[in-house]
């Protein structure tokens, strides 16, 4: 009896060494095979900036099923260095072509200015602007205050729309006690007509950075802004300047004849608003 139950309880757990020892064999199996059919993929190993010359220490290879890979993505990493980035790449993401500046135009941010395009670079003000939250990639307005000189009184109107932000950064300029001093600048991608107006706009008065969303595609008409419209008053009508007063030409008037056969011409002359009149006789000319 003890016997019987003995090989029972072996057969039992003989079968079920042998179906655990299966199911791993067919795990190792399937798991070798599905490695064997990833492929590599460049990514980045770090964020990459707009025109940034990529290096190797931007990169890295990851493995991932074949359709995980898009098709214009990279497999080595020695593809990749020394290409221009063309847009800002985050860690992680796929190096993709598109997101590279093609080949043979050089690096720096010349290379991301698509043709017709200029890039511009402008200060400023880190009080009332929006320098500390820019990116490259985002899309700024731009308004201007001067003074208009018709009327003689300050107005702001924006100048600008849906300008998009190519880099953000630093540069040196003297101070008022003459020491070095760190200006927040901002380059803008414009085309040359804005460019024109953007250098009259900061030369005229000055300007301010408006950040506006970037699914945000219209573009509104405003009519400015001045200090009467601001508190409710009715603008100042435009003052009419007087015309240039002129110096009248003498008016002549022919008297009638006097009993001696003689005229008597009377000249009318004009200084400013004073009239002067002056009599002359004159001998009526004879028959031959």
């Known amino acids: 009896m003890v016997l019987g139950l003995a090989v029972g309880v072996g057969v039992v757990a003989s079968f079920a060494v042998s179906r655990y020892l299966e199911n791993q064999s067919r795990f190792l199996d399937r798991t070798q095979g599905a490695q064997s059919n990833l492929v590599t993929m460049v990514v980045a190993a770090q964020p990459i900036p707009l025109a940034a010359s990529i290096e190797r220490q931007h ?3 990851v ?5 995980a890979a898009p098709k214009t993505s990279f497999r080595s990493v020695e593809d990749v260095i020394g290409r221009v980035s063309q847009m800002n790449i985050f860690d992680e993401e796929p190096i993709l072509e598109g997101k590279l500046v093609a080949t043979g135009l050089g690096g720096g941010l010349q290379s ?7 890039a511009i670079t402008v200060r400023a003000n880190d009080v009332i602007g929006v320098a500390g939250f820019l990116s490259p990639g985002d899309f700024v307005d731009v308004i201007a205050t001067m003074m208009e000189q018709s009327r003689g009184a300050m107005v ?12 953000v950064g630093q540069q040196m300029e003297p101070g008022k006690d003459g020491k070095p001093k760190a200006v927040s600048t901002v380059t803008l991608l414009v085309s040359p007509d804005e460019a024109e107006r953007l250098v009259l706009a ?6 301010q950075l408006v950040m506006r969303s970037a699914v945000d595609l219209s573009e509104k008409t405003t009519r400015g ?16 300047s007087a015309p ?5 030409e003498p008016q002549k008037s022919v008297a009638p004849q006097t009993r001696s056969g003689q005229s008597e011409t009377t000249i009318e002359i004009f200084r400013g608003s004073q009239k002067e009149e002056q009599k002359f006789e004159t001998q009526p000319e004879t028959q031959p």
């Open 63 to 67: 493995q991932v099923p074949p359709d």
């Open 112 to 118: 991301v200015i698509p043709e017709g395009q200029r």
């Open 156 to 167: 702001t109107k924006t100048v600008l729309q849906k300008i998009k932000v190519l880099s």
């Open 59 to 61: 990169l890295k290879v």
């Open 244 to 248: 240039p007063r002129t110096e009248a």
């Open 202 to 207: 900061t030369s005229q008065g000055q300007i």
């Open 225 to 240: 802004s001045s200090p009467e419209n601001l508190l409710g008053k009715p603008a100042s009508p435009k003052p009419i």
